[in-house]
């Protein structure tokens, strides 16, 4: 049985990761591990999707808690050091692009055990995205890259990683909203909050360059109390940018706390419009057929956008209030979009490529061994 180290820390991770830690305990070649670095620990952004998503409890945990970027970096360096120096791992899987992912690859490669990225090969090209920065540096000490669209194939080769480290698996993402759409169906989230389908705009806005910038925040805030005068606007709203929010909340907006994941997800389908800075929201609204807003000047994922109902729209607040009409008045799609491999099987499709590198490497392994 092989040992594999599986590093969780943000809100994000859970829901990509799940699926794989599922796949991988059916299997049983591979031993999932599970590390929770603690990057994220409110219950509402932390335990509560461990439960739902059904993870087994970590093994680890590092509470490394909130900080700066070099904090957080460091103590998950240090964290995940320390647990692989402790016992033999034969790989480590990290997920996305969060602090927690970056550090726990660096720690392993220094250490020489191989990285396995789920999610790799994104590119937003904007370097100013801390997210960005973690990108191409875990690419680059990567062993296998777990990719979900062919340009995030595309984008590897281009920087020079060899074409047969990467592999399209899918969307994991996607598997997790698949499999608990119907419990979220059943859990009544729209009646608790008394709006009804395709009767309300969801929000979530977190980006630093955004909410961490008070007029831009302020901005976004006359944007959606317009819309606000038109259908309800529900903003579960992350702990950053509640942090920032000062002044009454518009009539007709409802700030709450981040929602549950299957709350969020039972909200995400019904909804009438979507506008996001988020990139798991951009891959679950499209596969949902929800409209989509991404209040940002680019996207890593802009298979959302030819293939799914995404729409960049920038981050001047007219040119939201503008795109904010225009899919109002234009209504809702009459399919869902189909993405290929973001079918609720990319979960088995990463399992199997894990198994396959382990095995490769094994096998070269005892191949380098001299004969007795
Ligand atoms: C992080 C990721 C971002 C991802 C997001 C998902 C990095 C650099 N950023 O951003 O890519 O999109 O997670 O949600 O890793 N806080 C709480 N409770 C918590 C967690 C955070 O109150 O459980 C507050 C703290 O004040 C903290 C702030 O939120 O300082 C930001 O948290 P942090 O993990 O540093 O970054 P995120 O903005 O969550
Ligand atoms: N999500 C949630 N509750 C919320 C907001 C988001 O369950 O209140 C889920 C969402 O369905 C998606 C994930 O969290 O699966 C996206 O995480 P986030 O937007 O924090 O991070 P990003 O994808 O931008 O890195």
Redesign the pocket.
Known sequence: MFELLVVVG???NFVKVGPVVASLSERDVVRPRLLHTG????RK??AAFLEQLAFPEPEFQLGIG??S?AE?TAAVLVGVERVLLDEPFDAILVA??????LAAALSATKLGVPVIHLEAGLRSGDWAM??EI?RVVCDRVSDLLLCHSDEAIDNLVGEGIARDRAVMVGNTMIDSLMRLLPAARAGGALSRLRISPRDYVLVTL???SLVDDPPSLAAVFDVLAEVARELPVIFPM???T??RLSGDVPSGMLVTEPLEYLDFIALEEEARLVITD??GVQEETSVLGVPCLTYRTTTERPVTITHGTNVLVGTEPLALREACADSLRAGMLDHRPTIPLWDGAAGPRAAEAIEAFLDRRLSASALAQPSP
Not at 39 to 42: F, K, L, S
Not at 96 to 101: E, F, L, P
């Open positions: 943000a809100r994000p990057q994220h620990y409110d952004m932390s909130s900080g970027h957080q996305g692009d969060v602090n927690s992912t801390p997210e973690n977190h980006r630093p992350h702990p950053r509640r942090a988020s990139g």
